[in-house]
């Protein structure tokens, strides 16, 4: 991946210089704007890479933030930038003021070495109080870098990119949520699971009990749904090579199944999403997740496959139904990023229900 290269190359030149960068201005020349150069808009533009630009702030005038990114001269992305030993978190309510006020859909608040992408998914026009995507030059995600190569010049596409980031921020908080009441179950979901089979009322030694009952449920059944994945695993790649892939067969929404549904196969279900958004709205692209598979279908009917994720298994699968939807066609993955390459094929499948 030519972007995660240079972001790599980038942070060596990182670690080699900030023990002499002193100023936040050093920061900025010397780490922001290879940022902003990588992401292919020209820094040296000034109608294209607009620095200190104007944001005045109802009688504020001369309020100034670092950088703007114009395309097709539009502000589509601002940098407020701290010097790089500062927090990258700290600062966002400068951020808020200019994001009001610069007619950009997404601020960057940075140091340097972190970058955070804030939208307004909460609000039309008011910038959201936690960002969708962290870029951490010094932690390289591949699934950020992804995210990240939407806001390039030659790949910038606000729609992708938004229906992304609801994505991202939704999932962020959820997973955030649930691995708080992993940690210390609220009362909220001690009652919600123990309304269900104990029918006394719940006093404050009760739910004190329950309290730790519900801790420990939570982490044993975690805890074996990694164990039986890992047993799966192993058993798996064991076996002879035409036994290992796992026959794909729907779920009844009733049966008393074991259903985990991975990161992994989230973050697959975005990208997949982002494609077929460039044809169709979101609402009409639903996962369905099985023991088998994890599935995509067209509004929400088992009669419209898309297309199924097989990562149960040592080897991973995309099955794709271009050639009819019960003519599935699966091809092996060595990386989700390789899924961008089926374009053509999903759009295809959606031609079909048409």
């Known amino acids: 991946m030519e972007l995660k290269l240079k972001l790599e190359q980038l942070h060596q030149r990182v670690n080699g210089l900030k023990d002499q960068i002193a100023t936040e201005e050093a920061t900025k020349n010397a780490f922001v704007m290879p940022f902003i150069q990588i992401l292919g808009y020209d820094i040296f533009n000034p109608t294209e890479v607009v620095p200190e630009y104007v944001c005045d702030i109802g009688t504020k005038k001369g309020e100034k933030v670092d950088y703007v990114i ?9 940098f407020e930038c701290k010097h790089w030993k500062e927090n990258a978190d700290a600062h966002n309510s ?11 859909r997404f601020g960057v608040l940075t140091n340097g070495t972190i970058y955070n992408f804030y939208a307004d998914l909460e609000k039309p026009n008011i910038m959201d109080e936690k960002p969708f995507l962290t870029i951490d030059i010094e932690d390289l995600k591949d699934n950020a870098i992804k995210i990240l190569e939407s806001f390039t010049k030659n790949e910038y596409n606000l729609e992708t990119i938004l229906d992304s980031a609801e994505g991202l921020k939704y999932i962020k908080a959820i997973r955030k949520e649930f691995e708080k009441e992993i940690e210390q179950p609220s009362d909220e979901l001690i009652k919600l699971l123990v309304s269900r089979f104990f029918d006394k009322p719940l ?20 805890n ?3 164990s039986d994945r890992l047993k799966s695993a192993l058993h798996i790649n064991e076996m002879p090579i035409n036994q290992t892939e796992v026959k794909a067969t729907p779920i009844d929404d009733n049966a008393d199944s074991k259903i985990f549904t991975t990161e992994e196969e989230l973050e697959a279900f975005q990208i997949v999403k982002a494609i077929l958004r460039e044809k169709i709205p979101s609402e009409r692209i639903a996962p369905r997740d099985t023991q088998s598979y994890f599935g995509v279908l067209l509004d929400n009917n088992n009669r419209k496959p898309i297309c199924r994720f097989h990562f149960n298994t040592i080897n991973k699968y995309l099955e794709i139904f271009h050639n009819g939807k019960d003519a599935g066609e699966k091809t092996q993955l060595n990386s989700l990023d390789e899924i961008y390459g089926f374009r053509d094929r999903l759009h295809q499948t959606l031609a079909n229900y048409n």
Request: proline share 2%.
């Open 203 to 222: 006093i404050a030694s009760r739910m004190a009990t329950f309290k730790e009952y519900t801790k420990k449920a939570l982490t044993v059944s975690i």
């Open 70 to 78: 114009r395309k097709n001269n539009e502000p589509i992305l601002i």
């Open 224 to 226: 074996e749904s990694i």
């Open 94 to 104: 400068q951020l808020h003021r200019y994001y009001h006020v610069s007619k950009a």
